[in-house]
């Protein structure tokens, strides 16, 4: 029997024996794997760096986000806004005829395939939000590991399984794969009845078409890549060019540009020399120490900069490829005349140290860019409150999924409100990744039509045995809070 056959019965029988555990044991399960990451903190944090590149400091921010996380999903658990139990009552009177007693409530998929990316070894990867999301489920989690973090890979994962273990979760809650295609095996495993995925676009694409070509097509979760425009009106370059040219340069440079949130495009008023501020502020900043995080980021980002670059009319400012993981600032400009001739400039993302200034003459020009972006993670405005907009926040709004106003989008809290995904290519289905709602990725409804109370799930009944929120016949109902504010 091959690894995966074996590893994915395992989660196959885990997901069904824990189909009948309860709320708060499923919240101990992600508390239990929660604390067991943070008691290990230096041991990962060490591995992490040796592995990936990146500083101590922001190896330690994303693990503590990423305890987070888990011990925020498991509170989601309980709460159990997740589980949209409704409930409508029969009803002899209702408008297009006699209603029976319908009641709907969400449950978990099945098992789960995760694959994570190389520059999040800790919130998207092993322990990140997608294995987080889908146990709070209630589905199980074969996790198949990125090749640039290994040895942090098994080392998480075993965590993870003895955190689970003492906890008392069945075998199988979670495993961890290595290899191409063991990933492509477990994508097309009967048994796996959806996939998270945070990578490229390209990588992301291939494993999409497989997951959706299969006899049963399932759904794939895909958090792929984004330019994240940002558009400077002319108010506000004018009241605050140097406090917008330093947010971004931060942004741009933050992890040595290796963000899916990093903003690749500003859109800048033309003929005030906003180029040049920039470049200026960008030469008075030093670099953040450090390299890119593999010589296969390296290649594709270099070639992300030299497609952008062998376009007429974009002219590197500062930078260019460097040949070596150092990768300077490299900033390029353009006008926006020469983007609305080429509009699939606006979909090169250079994962790194890399962005564009836009030059445009006046709002239709920037209305024009605004319609011509493609599905975004996030988009930004930086106005002022007497800006006239025009339909800019309309066309954001329609396709991203964050939209920023004065702030920058590196940086993504997890909380309830967050929303990471958008149209494709930033993903490949409506979702997020982050943030409580990523849950529902896993979980789909069923209605159950005139169950006697006995029969019916427990957050159908009427007696709301759960303590959860139940929408009946149209109303949204709270329960009483507990002593824990729940
Ligand atoms: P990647 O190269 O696509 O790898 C992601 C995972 O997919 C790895 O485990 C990889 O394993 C596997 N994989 C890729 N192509 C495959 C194929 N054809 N067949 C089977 N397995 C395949 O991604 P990455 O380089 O780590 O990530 C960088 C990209 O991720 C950037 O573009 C960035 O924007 C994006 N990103 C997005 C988000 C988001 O939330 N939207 C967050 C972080 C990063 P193997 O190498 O073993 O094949």
């Known amino acids: 029997m091959s690894d995966v056959q074996s590893v994915v019965d395992a989660a196959e029988r885990a997901y069904r024996s824990g189909l009948s555990r309860t709320p708060a044991e499923r919240r101990g399960w992600l508390e239990s794997m929660s604390h067991a990451l943070d008691a290990e903190r230096d041991e990962l944090i060490a591995i992490a760096r040796d592995e990936t590149h990146l500083a101590a400091a922001r190896l330690g921010g994303e693990l503590t986000r990423t305890t987070f996380q888990l011990r925020f999903l498991g509170a989601e658990v309980v709460d159990g806004t997740h589980l949209e139990a409704t409930i409508d009552h029969a009803d002899p009177t209702w408008g297009m005829g006699p209603r029976p007693d319908i009641r709907s409530i969400r449950r978990p998929i099945g098992p789960v395939a995760v694959f994570g990316a190389s520059n999040f070894p800790f919130a998207f990867s092993v322990a990140g939000g997608d294995t987080a999301s889908a146990l709070a ?16 890979a098994r080392r998480t994962a075993a965590i993870l399984i003895e955190a689970l273990r003492s906890a008392g979760a069945p075998d199988g809650t979670f495993a961890l794969l290595e290899g191409e295609d063991e990933g492509v095996q477990l994508v097309q495993h009967p048994l796996i009845k959806a996939v998270g995925f945070t990578g490229s676009t390209r990588g992301g694409r291939a494993l999409f078409d497989l997951a959706t070509s299969r006899p049963e097509p399932i759904p794939f979760f895909g958090e792929l890549g984004s330019t994240n425009p940002v558009f400077v009106t002319r108010s506000a370059w004018q009241r605050r060019s140097q406090e917008i040219a330093d947010g971004y340069l931060a942004s741009v440079r933050l992890g040595r540009g290796q963000f899916c949130t990093k903003p690749g495009f500003i859109m800048v008023p033309a003929a005030v020399g906003a180029p040049q501020v920039i470049a200026h502020a960008a030469i008075d900043q030093p670099d953040e120490p450090g390299l ?10 270099e070639g992300a900069l030299d497609a952008l670059a062998a376009t007429d009319g974009v002219e590197t400012l500062l930078g260019g490829p460097s040949g070596d993981e150092s990768a300077p600032l490299t900033l390029l400009r353009v006008d926006a005349t020469t983007v609305l001739e080429n509009p699939e400039l606006l979909e090169q993302e250079a994962f790194g140290p890399a962005s564009v200034i836009v030059e445009y003459r006046d709002m239709a020009e920037l209305d024009q860019l605004s319609t011509l972006i493609g599905g975004q993670l996030t988009s930004t405005v930086q106005g002022e409150p007497d800006d006239d907009l025009g339909a800019l926040l309309p066309a954001l709004a329609e396709r991203s999924g964050r939209v920023l106003w004065n702030a920058w989008p590196t940086g993504v809290t997890v909380s309830w409100a967050q929303q990471h995904g958008g149209p494709y290519p930033a993903t ?6 982050v943030g409580a709602a990523a849950i529902s990725r896993f979980q789909r409804a069923v209605a159950y039509q005139g169950l006697p109370p006995e029969l019916l799930p427990l957050g159908l009944r009427d007696d709301n045995p759960l303590g959860i929120p139940q929408r009946i016949d149209g109303i949204l109902t709270l329960p009483a809070k507990g002593d824990d504010g729940r």
């Open 137 to 152: 489920a209630g589905c199980t989690v074969v996790h198949k590991a990125h090749p640039a973090h290994p040895r942090l």
């Open 292 to 301: 890119l995080l593999s010589s296969r980021l390296r290649d594709s980002f």
């Open 428 to 433: 490949t289905a409506a979702g997020t990744s």
